[in-house]
């Protein structure tokens, strides 16, 4: 008899879903069964999963009795809709929409953090995956917490449009190869609300009462929570960047205590998951993507002060998502069931 899991992704079409079965495919985690989920008009497609073809399931009709975890790759209205139906069929349910962002009845958890709260999964059966963002920042901004004392980090993103789904990598595509070939773009897309080709875009998502923008609010409360901070102490502000996967931020940090940028050095050495490359200056594309560790670079200290940092992050958003969902998903297997 075999005693593997049986792991449903919903959402398995799409840029994120892709990126979850890459990840769980390559670890060692027991799968006895896949369910490859989708939208009704992806039926007769497939996905790949350790090199076999998988056949697409339409979320509306599937049964989740059938599976133990559900990962959930889908937008936030429609995981608002269908999580707590798995839920309740007795899947246990991650999720890394925002739709569950602020609801304190389901755990948000980063395992390299706070996998200890895995186990608060019970009231609801849904934990959630914070934003990929606050993955990668969290883990550079803890250690400072814990360290120095962290005043506050204002961060400019530069991210790349994979965050953005399957459309917006098609569209940054398409106005490339019409731009490369003298051919006009149209000023929007479906994906964007201005062109992405060989431009920048200051708004990711729509833009509240506040000014800040859906990511922008999403991203400073799943990073104040994870590092430990008041959201006040964050300061975030995202670009869309003409970059297909891999993304940048320019850190600069404020802290309680002095401390050298020896120091800093050697926090951050000593941190799993974070890498500091030899030529201090890792670029999203070429060295981040598609990698699992967070690299950070250019480490300086404002002149005459120990006080006042910067410093330069490449990571890959999307991977850190899939990665923390697919470890969250082997916390719960190991220690919860
Ligand atoms: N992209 C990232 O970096 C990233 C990282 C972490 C979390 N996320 C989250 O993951 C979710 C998906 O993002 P994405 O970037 O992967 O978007 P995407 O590429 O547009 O994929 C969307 C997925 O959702 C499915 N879907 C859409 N409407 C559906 C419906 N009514 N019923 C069933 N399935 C439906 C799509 O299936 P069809 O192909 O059949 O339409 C597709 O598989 C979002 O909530 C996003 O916030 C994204």
Redesign the pocket.
Known sequence: MSNGWRVAV????????ETLLKVLGSREFAVDRLEA???G??IGRTVEFRHEEQG?TA??SFDFRAVDFALF????G??LEHAPRAAESGAVVVD???AFAGDDSVPVIATALNAEAVGDYAERRILR?PA?AALSLARVLRPVVVGPGLVSAHIAAYLAV??????AIDELAAQCTQLLNGRPVPTAGPAFAARIAFNCIPTVGLVGDDGRTEAERWVTDDLAELAGVPASAIHFSAVHVPAFYGDGFALDFSTRAEAPTADLAALFAAVPGLGLPGGNAPTPAGDAAEQDEVLIGRLRSAAGGQRDHSLWIAAD??RQ?ALNTVTLVEVLARDHF
């Open positions: 919903v959402g398995a079409t799409g840029v994120y879903g989920v989708a939208s008009a992806s697409i979320l509306e790759a889908v937008p936030a429609v995981a890394a929409s925002a995956s990929g994979a965050g953005a789904g399957r459309a958003n999307l998502s």
